[in-house]
């Protein structure tokens, strides 16, 4: 009687915690277990949970400093009396819920974008992946954003209620003398850890969609330098 060979026993698939670390220390690897199993869902949980978390922890502090810039801040001198007394009648709930609301879309916003331009981008190499497949890879590459996100959370936590909106974990805070004109408005929108999250999410890209990591990451760095540099002008404009 002929033996039979051996049934050939697949690897096992990396859980949502091993691929949420280990993109940021052998991105090769987790990208390949994603591309060839595209789940998202508990990565997407888990990320978004994090940093909605860590942004409650903040909460008390940006209503104290929402309080700060109606009393003493540019805002006093912006808003009316009526809006004064309509900005003290709203609960804490209400100005609470803008920045949770901000850390849940606000991510989902950016990996649907990166996923847009990852097909785009994968629409003009002649290289067909579905959106699932992209959407996974870039919620996964885009967890130094989130790990950037915490940071700046953190350093929320131990800043003056003055300075809130200025504490993040961006090159502006290289440089504290430029105060608050162009120069810091740029830079305050350079953040290392998006940069890093945009170039693993372009390097993850280059392996679904078999091209170049050269080609895709000159192709989504041109398009968030463009976007950087749009917003801090934009930020610059007077307001009406």
């Known amino acids: 009687m002929a033996k039979t060979a051996p049934d050939t ?9 091993q691929r949420i670390i280990g993109v940021l220390i052998r991105p090769r690897e987790v990208f390949r277990d994603v ?21 409650a922890l903040v909460i008390p502090k940006f209503i104290e ?20 007394e309509a900005f003290y009648a ?6 609470a819920s803008q920045p949770l609301i ?9 990996f649907l974008l990166y996923t847009v331009l990852l097909r785009v981008f994968g629409n003009f190499a002649g290289s067909k992946v579905t959106m699932g497949t992209l959407f996974a890879v870039t919620v996964f590459g885009f967890v130094p954003h989130i790990l950037g ?8 936590l131990t800043a003056d209620i003055q300075q809130l909106q200025a504490a993040t ?27 890093w999250a945009i170039l693993l999410t372009a390097y993850g890209g280059a392996q679904a969609l078999k091209v170049s990591f050269r080609k895709t990451g000159v192709f989504l760095m041109g398009i968030w ?8 002008f934009t930020a610059m404009l007077p307001g009406k």
């Open 9 to 17: 026993v697949p690897a096992p698939r990396l859980g949502t915690l």
């Open 35 to 55: 591309i060839e199993h595209p789940t998202y869902k508990s990565a997407l949980f888990v990320l978004i949970g994090v940093n909605v978390f860590f942004t």
């Open 102 to 110: 901000t850390a849940v879309l606000g991510p989902l916003a950016l």
């Open 225 to 232: 330098v463009v976007f950087t540099f749009m917003g801090a």
């Open 90 to 95: 709203m609960s804490p709930s209400v100005l």
């Open 65 to 84: 400093h929402m309080h700060w810039s109606v009393e003493y801040g540019p805002m006093a001198l912006e808003l009316s009396p009526a809006q004064i």
């Open 149 to 156: 996100l915490t940071v700046d959370s953190l350093l929320r």
């Open 169 to 195: 974990f961006s090159l502006a805070r290289l440089f504290p003398d430029l105060g608050q004109g162009a120069q810091f408005l740029l830079l305050d929108r350079i953040n290392p850890f998006t940069v």
